[in-house]
């Protein structure tokens, strides 16, 4: 009988896009069924911190909560190698946007997002909004933040909804330290053990590559959630976050996500350090 192995990702298109041969049966599994479970970023950090899902997406920063239940697949990273969340407002940003942003009100998508985490990192001094990912902007044009942080494809789509870039998060981050900013990554749960997480990590790796050799029909799946963004934004927003980066960290990919949870610990918005392992 075929073991169910339960997989939390992301409505959007570049999760759709990494999961597409999983999803459509594309691949030959063994006696591993995999079911997809579809929620926002935030939603699926906090099942993973009950430890719910065999399989999760999740944020870079909630891993610092996950660590002793789950361990980070190498292959599922979305990494923002010089972009990243942005922080835009409705008026043009002033020289020294970041001490501007200092007590400002900011609409962020989750207090576990690595969104929010970097954002902590650059500017530790503002007043957190939480508020769904997709209704920050709608809130910053109420009035009700001063400021939002954006993430999946509303960090191509701001100009033409009428918002000014403050900054993007993914360039700070490179310029500061030369290195990509780790956004997300897959876990899976460490109770299920070495051979069944190691198979895992092989199907995985597999359906990523097989995505990005099959790209057209892979595309023609994930534009199914790519919330009414054109299909070359699609194409284009899919290969910002699934690209070599998500078949295997490297060596500089793991460097990037022992730093920014490092700094996080450091900057005091992790309580402890983290302890990072990879599988696959």
Do not use: C
């Amino acid at each position: 009988m075929p073991e169910l192995i339960r997989i939390g990702h992301s409505p959007d298109s570049d999760d759709a896009f990494m999961f597409y041969p999983l999803a459509e049966g594309k691949l030959p599994t063994g006696e591993l069924h995999y079911v997809h479970e579809l929620a926002d970023i935030e939603t699926l950090n906090q099942r993973a911190l009950r430890g719910e899902l065999e399989v999760s997406a999740v944020s870079i920063h909630a891993y610092a909560y996950l660590a002793d239940r789950y361990a980070l697949l190498s292959s599922g990273s979305s990494m923002g190698d010089g972009y990243g969340p942005r922080i835009v407002g409705l008026t043009a940003p002033p020289v020294d946007a970041r001490a501007a942003a200092r007590g400002k009100r900011i609409a962020v998508p989750g207090l576990r997002t690595t969104a929010y985490l970097a954002l902590k990192l650059y500017q530790p001094d503002f007043e957190p909004l939480v508020i769904p990912f997709d209704q920050i902007g709608p809130a910053v044009k109420r009035g009700e933040a001063d400021l939002g942080l954006l993430i999946h494809e509303g960090q191509l789509t701001y100009r033409d909804e009428g918002f000014e870039l403050w900054q993007d998060l993914g360039a700070w981050w490179l310029a500061d330290t030369g290195l990509p900013l780790p956004l997300g990554g897959n876990v899976v749960r460490r109770d299920l053990g070495p051979a069944r997480t190691a198979q895992i990590a092989r199907d995985l790796r597999a359906s990523i590559e097989y995505s990005l050799a099959h790209r057209e029909p892979a595309l023609a799946h994930a534009s199914r959630y790519n919330r009414g963004i054109s299909a070359e934004a699609t194409d284009r927003f899919v290969g910002m976050y699934v690209n070599q980066w998500t078949v295997d960290y490297g060596p500089r990919g793991r460097e990037a996500v022992r730093l920014l949870l490092e700094r996080g610990y450091l900057g005091g918005v992790i309580p402890h350090r983290v302890q990072v392992e990879f599988v696959g």
